[in-house]
């Protein structure tokens, strides 16, 4: 999903690629041939890109707002004699490599060169950072009041959050006029580098292990009961949100920790950067008092004695290794805040030595020592079944081996085995008078399709409950890895890893159209980490023909999330029922995703029917 700043560093691409690539061409020509006199704001431009990139320049002049001693070192000069157009910024970031000599206050004049850097580098898509590096700094006074900062306000960012991009340019916005009362990203991008504040905000994301949090200005927007910005379209981005890092180091002032729904008291202030892991991002001087507003975990009802709750649960490459607190704490939650459901599809479970890569694939220890502490926690003596992975077959952590395991309550419900199901063997559908089986039970459902290469295989079960068979397949579908970031130079963002997640879908919502082919009404729950929203293509897909629907969407819009990420609270894990399943309860049981305290950084989803 940011970074106190040490990760920006290490990933920058340097102008002359970018340059080469002819991704981020010059907007305009110098002020001045010879580059002396140059203002902060003629560098900044009108665009994306400086109309100086690649030169060099002499005597910029500018207070010193904010200094930086780790990570990508520097400091932010601003101009104290600004231009009238709203789209030039007057800030700008100087890149030393060392710590910086400079204090918040000096005027300087600097001598560099003008570059554009890429966090991420160019195949990121992300948007570049208008610097000076390599300078020669000349402090000409000291202990000058600061510039006032900017207000960053729920009525100063636009509506609409970024203009479409140029298709002649293979849609980026780098070359567009910035229109900063028009663009949510222009308006940011107008104030790369300056001296801003915020005001008492609502924080929507929760401190994160990189010491960072996520504020929103427009505390209406896409609101939540809980204090989250829900994400709900492509078409609707949050556009307050702004991310808030410290420009203090953590070892001189613990960065604050806080939940979604705390609230940042009082003024923040600091320069206005941007990098890998958030975009647009405040690096305050002065933060703001963290307000503990009290979010608490949520608990799931108990199913009745004639309902099924089936879970599903990603538990974050669980393995022996991982200290006993987490395994209590995952425990706990099963019993306390999921009420002990009667089936549960983990994803994330690695092996029996987590990610030694050793060829082991087994993870009976990891799952023993689950189960033995749910039943310490006062849960049920959970069975469990899986089918072990091909070594290093199935993406994630190189070693790991994670997969889907069932853990089923055989005083609740009752697990069909059928013998033959291994990695590479398909479960397929088979039947007679009417009722539905699975061929090998468990199963993996088309292992061999080019659609898993590298990723999870999905985990089909047959389950009976009440002396009614109900059809589980558990999910985990590849990760958003590859995406661009909604704050992507290209707009709309390209989002490749959606082609396999779609042939994913399609491979799962075919086999589930082959169950109900024999039993119409039979029961068919498909659940797990999808790694997409309700809205998505991959969603879409799933539920094809009517096969399936995404119980999600049985919950108001502001419930319709088990992740934050950026700020955003969304849709990754889903539970989808067949036509059969008409009347269900579903809950998305918020006890990890909004809190700074994670045991995994998925909140659970519990479905709850009568059979």
């Given at each position: 999903?940011?970074?106190?700043?040490?990760?920006?560093?290490?990933?920058?691409a340097?102008?002359?690629?970018?340059?080469a690539?002819?991704?981020?061409?010059?907007s305009?020509?110098?002020?001045?041939?010879?580059?002396?006199?140059?203002?902060v704001?003629?560098?900044?431009?009108?665009?994306?890109?400086?109309?100086?990139?690649?030169?060099?320049?002499?005597?910029?002049?500018?207070?010193?707002?904010g200094?930086?001693?780790y990570?990508?070192?520097?400091?932010?000069?601003?101009?104290?004699?600004?231009?009238?157009d709203p789209?030039?910024?007057?800030?700008?970031?100087?890149?030393?490599?060392?710590?910086?000599?400079?204090?918040?206050g000096?005027?300087?004049?600097?001598?560099?060169?003008?570059?554009?850097y890429?966090?991420?580098?160019?195949?990121?898509?992300?948007?570049?950072?208008?610097?000076?590096?390599?300078?020669?700094?000349?402090?000409?006074?000291?202990?000058?009041?600061?510039?006032?900062?900017?207000?960053?306000?729920?009525?100063?960012?636009?509506?609409?959050?970024?203009?479409?991009?140029?298709?002649?340019?293979?849609?980026?916005?780098?070359?567009?006029?910035?229109?900063?009362?028009?663009?949510?990203?222009?308006?940011?991008?107008?104030?790369?580098?300056?001296?801003v504040?915020?005001?008492?905000?609502?924080?929507?994301?929760?401190?994160?292990?990189?010491?960072?949090?996520w504020v929103?200005?427009?505390?209406?927007?896409?609101?939540n009961?809980?204090?989250?910005?829900?994400y709900?379209?492509?078409?609707?981005?949050?556009?307050?949100?702004?991310?808030?890092?410290?420009?203090?180091?953590?070892?001189?002032?613990?960065?604050?920790?806080?939940?979604?729904?705390?609230v940042?008291?009082?003024?923040?202030?600091g320069?206005?950067?941007?990098?890998?892991?958030?975009?647009?991002?405040?690096?305050?001087?002065?933060?703001?008092?963290?307000?503990?507003?009290?979010?608490?975990r949520?608990?799931?009802?108990?199913?009745?004695?004639?309902?099924?709750?089936?879970?599903?649960?990603?538990?974050?490459?669980?393995?022996?290794?991982?200290?006993q607190e987490?395994?209590?704490?995952?425990?706990?939650?099963?019993?306390?805040?999921?009420?002990?459901?009667?089936?549960?599809?983990?994803?994330?479970?690695?092996?029996?030595?987590?990610a030694?890569?050793?060829?082991t694939?087994?993870?009976?220890?990891?799952?023993?020592?689950?189960?033995?502490?749910?039943?310490?926690?006062?849960?049920?003596?959970?069975?469990?079944?899986?089918?072990?992975?091909?070594?290093?077959?199935?993406?994630?952590?190189?070693?790991?081996?994670?997969?889907q395991v069932?853990?089923?309550?055989?005083?609740?419900?009752?697990?069909?085995?059928?013998?033959?199901?291994?990695?590479?063997?398909a479960?397929?559908?088979?039947?007679?008078?009417?009722?539905?089986?699975?061929?090998?039970?468990?199963?993996?459902?088309?292992?061999?399709?080019?659609?898993w290469?590298?990723?999870?295989?999905?985990?089909?079960?047959?389950?009976v409950?009440?002396?009614?068979?109900?059809?589980?397949?558990?999910?985990?579908?590849?990760?958003?890895?590859?995406?661009?970031?909604?704050v992507?130079?290209?707009?709309?963002?390209?989002?490749?890893?959606?082609?396999?997640?779609?042939?994913?879908?399609?491979?799962?919502?075919?086999?589930?159209?082959?169950?109900?082919?024999?039993?119409?009404?039979?029961?068919?729950?498909?659940v797990?980490?999808?790694?997409?929203?309700?809205?998505s293509?991959?969603?879409?897909?799933?539920?094809?023909?009517?096969?399936?629907?995404?119980?999600?969407?049985?919950?108001?819009?502001?419930?319709?999330?088990?992740?934050?990420?950026q700020?955003?609270?969304?849709?990754?894990d889903?539970?989808?029922?067949?036509?059969?399943?008409?009347h269900?309860?579903?809950?998305?049981?918020h006890?990890?995703?909004?809190?700074?305290?994670q045991?995994?950084?998925?909140?659970?989803?519990?479905?709850?029917?009568?059979?």
């Amino acid at each position: 999903m940011s970074s106190s700043i040490p990760r920006s560093a290490a990933v920058a691409a340097v102008v002359s690629a970018a340059l080469a690539a002819g991704l981020l061409a010059g907007s305009a020509s110098a002020s001045a041939e010879d580059g002396a006199g140059v203002r902060v704001h003629d560098i900044q431009g009108t665009t994306r890109v400086s109309p100086l990139v690649g030169q060099q320049v002499t005597g910029v002049t500018g207070i010193v707002t904010g200094v930086r001693t780790y990570g990508s070192r520097g400091f932010w000069i601003q101009d104290t004699a600004p231009d009238a157009d709203p789209a030039t910024s007057e800030g700008l970031f100087v890149f030393t490599s060392s710590v910086p000599t400079v204090a918040v206050g000096d005027a300087v004049s600097v001598n560099g060169t003008v570059t554009e850097y890429v966090p991420g580098g160019l195949a990121s898509g992300n948007q570049s950072l208008t610097q000076l590096s390599k300078p020669v700094v000349t402090v000409v006074s000291q202990g000058n009041p600061v510039p006032a900062p900017v207000t960053i306000s729920s009525w100063s960012v636009p509506g609409a959050y970024a203009p479409e991009g140029d298709p002649a340019a293979d849609g980026s916005i780098n070359g567009l006029t910035l229109k900063p009362r028009k663009y949510a990203l222009d308006y940011y991008e107008s104030l790369e580098g300056t001296n801003v504040r915020i005001d008492t905000s609502r924080v929507v994301g929760a401190t994160d292990p990189y010491s960072e949090l996520w504020v929103t200005v427009k505390p209406w927007e896409n609101a939540n009961r809980r204090g989250g910005t829900v994400y709900g379209s492509y078409e609707d981005q949050n556009t307050g949100r702004l991310q808030v890092q410290s420009l203090v180091p953590t070892a001189q002032q613990p960065f604050p920790k806080a939940n979604v729904g705390d609230v940042l008291a009082g003024a923040t202030e600091g320069p206005l950067d941007f990098n890998q892991y958030g975009g647009y991002t405040l690096t305050a001087r002065t933060l703001g008092t963290v307000v503990d507003r009290g979010l608490e975990r949520e608990t799931t009802d108990r199913q009745r004695g004639n309902e099924l709750a089936v879970a599903t649960y990603n538990v974050e490459n669980l393995d022996p290794g991982d200290p006993q607190e987490k395994f209590d704490a995952l425990a706990r939650a099963v019993v306390e805040n999921l009420a002990s459901p009667d089936v549960i599809a983990l994803e994330e479970i690695q092996d029996d030595n987590g990610a030694k890569n050793d060829g082991t694939v087994s993870a009976a220890q990891t799952v023993k020592k689950f189960t033995d502490a749910i039943v310490a926690a006062g849960g049920p003596a959970y069975d469990w079944r899986s089918v072990d992975p091909e070594n290093n077959k199935d993406g994630g952590e190189p070693g790991g081996n994670i997969r889907q395991v069932f853990l089923f309550n055989p005083a609740r419900v009752s697990f069909t085995d059928r013998p033959g199901g291994d990695a590479t063997t398909a479960t397929g559908v088979t039947g007679r008078k009417g009722h539905a089986a699975l061929t090998v039970s468990p199963g993996r459902i088309d292992p061999a399709n080019a659609a898993w290469a590298d990723s999870r295989k999905p985990l089909a079960g047959e389950f009976v409950f009440r002396g009614r068979t109900v059809f589980v397949i558990a999910n985990h579908f590849g990760s958003k890895g590859g995406d661009e970031s909604i704050v992507s130079h290209h707009q709309p963002p390209n989002r490749s890893s959606e082609a396999k997640r779609l042939l994913q879908a399609q491979a799962v919502n075919g086999f589930v159209k082959q169950l109900l082919a024999v039993e119409k009404q039979a029961d068919v729950l498909v659940v797990g980490d999808i790694n997409d929203f309700e809205f998505s293509g991959t969603t879409k897909a799933l539920t094809d023909g009517g096969a399936l629907y995404p119980a999600v969407k049985s919950l108001p819009r502001g419930e319709r999330y088990s992740y934050v990420y950026q700020g955003n609270s969304q849709v990754l894990d889903q539970i989808l029922t067949s036509p059969g399943i008409r009347h269900f309860a579903y809950d998305s049981v918020h006890i990890n995703a909004e809190f700074a305290d994670q045991d995994s950084d998925h909140d659970p989803q519990v479905l709850r029917f009568r059979p």
